[in-house]
Structures are given as C-alpha cells and as structure tokens.
C-alpha cells in the first residue's frame, strides 16, 4: 500500500502513521529524515541538498522529489510506504504522480484526517495552562500562537491538495476528532475496501488478541450468567419456603378446624348420664 495521510497540525497524522506501519508492515517517509540520511550517505542528491542547505537556502522540489525516488527503491519499500510531509503543495504533489508513473506504481489512497481547528486550538490553551499551573516548562512551538499560524499555512498551502486528489477520485475522508482507535478502525475499513493486505504474522497476532478479547467477553458473560441464575434460585428457594409456610398455616388451621368439629360431633352422640336415684331402700339403709 502506497498511502498519503493529510491534515493540520495536531489531527494526528503522525500517531496513525505509526500504527499502519505496525499493522502493514510498511515505511514511514519522513522528507526531513530522507533529506540527512542522504546528505550522510553522500549520495549525489545528498551533496546537492547539504550545497543548497549550507547556503541557507530552501531544497526545491526536483531534488526532494530525486532523494524519494531512491528511498523508494530501496528493498524495505516494497510492501509501500506513508508519505510523511510530502507532498504540500500541488505541483509537489503532480511531481509525486509523474515520479510513480515512471516507476510503474500507484498511489492507493490520500487519507484526509479532518479536524475542529477551533477544538485543536481548545485543546493546546488548556494543556499549555495545566503546565503552567505545574510550574513544566512549556515548548516556544506548542502554544496557541504557533499554532495558529501552522494552521494558516497548512490551509494556504497544503488544503489545496484536497481538491487536488479528490478530482482524482483518490481522496478519502476520515473525522480526526474521534478516539485514536476509532479513527484507526475507519482507516483499517477503508484500505482494507482498497485491497490492502495484512502481513501473515500481524494477521495472527490480531486473531489472537481476538480470540483472547472473545475469550475473556465469553467468560465474563458466563460468570454473569451464572450469578444471575444463582440470584434466581436463591429468590426460587426463597418464594418456594414462603409459599409452602403460607400453605402449612391454613393446613393447621383446617386439621384444627376438623378436629374441633369431629369432637364436637363425638359430644352429640354420646348420651348425658345424670346422677344416679337413690332408691328409699338404700336410703333406709
């Protein structure tokens, strides 16, 4: 997979680079990164670069664009690679184009992260101010102001290119502002919709994890269930006694109740006897 992350300062380009590089097995190019270790290699394109940077001056695209060619050759590239800072204007990006068309490859997806700039700006004043509040020293290109003017640049120079690749039906569209993991499942879905392919040995670690995370839901849903079936014999055992003590109350109340009758009816039966007479011969006597 060949992938180009847009989006301001703060959306989170970087984090997810890392992550499709985990998952895919692919490289990450940094144009900064390319530029020193080609002027350390001492590479042709290399010496241009340090000539032109030692006079102060800016790298213009065609030698940018000459040390990604070679990078992009070299073996661990294959699989594809993130485009990390490159390109930012439209004419980097026709000369991106005409770079892999000679090279017979293509360009799989420009991944746009899109943001809340206000939010993005929200979130800088209010950890600039908890560090202040600790008393940690804050970094002169991590305040509001800079980034303020990061963010004009990039909508100046760089969000031209989303018109660019989208006339080019290239472009997709993710929102920055969910969770990290959210945003790596929706780009998971979208290269996965491309065609990507996962590397074997990450396809199994993540089945694993899988089947763990199953694993231990299952076994959660199991201990759950078992208490609440445990809960419902308990409140079984415990109807079943108070209905079988409300049973035996009126049971001893009727065998009271009959027996009291059947005596009742034993008394009517039986005759009275009265005190005996006393005759007058036994009297006499």
Known sequence: MRIILLGPPGSGKGTQAQLLVQRYGIVQL???????AAVAAATPIGLKAKEIMANGGLVP??????IISDRIDQPDAKAGFILDGFPRTVPQAEALDELLKHKHL?????????????AL?????????????????????????VLTKRLASYRSLTE???????????????????TIDEVTRAIHRLLLALGAVEPKTHAKSTAKSAARKGAKKAAKVARKSAKSAK??????????????????????KAV???????????????PKRGPKKVTKK????
């Open 106 to 118: 293509k360009l799989d997806a420009v991944i746009e992260l899109r943001v809340n700039e206000s």
């Open 231 to 252: 809960k419902a014999a308990k409140s079984a055992g415990k109807a079943s006694k108070k209905a079988a003590k409300g049973a035996k109350k009126p049971a001893k």
């Open 282 to 285: 036994r009297a006499k006597r």
């Open 256 to 270: 009271k109740k009959a027996a009291k009758k059947a005596v009742k009816k034993t008394a009517k039966k039986v």
């Open 30 to 36: 940094s144009t900064g990164e390319m530029l020193r």
């Open 61 to 66: 695209d065609d030698v940018v664009v000459g």
């Open 160 to 178: 031209p290119l989303i018109h660019y690749y989208s006339e080019r039906r290239k472009l997709s569209t993710i929102d920055g502002m969910m």
């Open 121 to 145: 700006l929200q979130r800088v004043e209010t950890r600039v101010a908890q560090m202040r509040e600790r008393g940690e020293e804050v970094r002169v290109d991590d305040t509001p102001e």
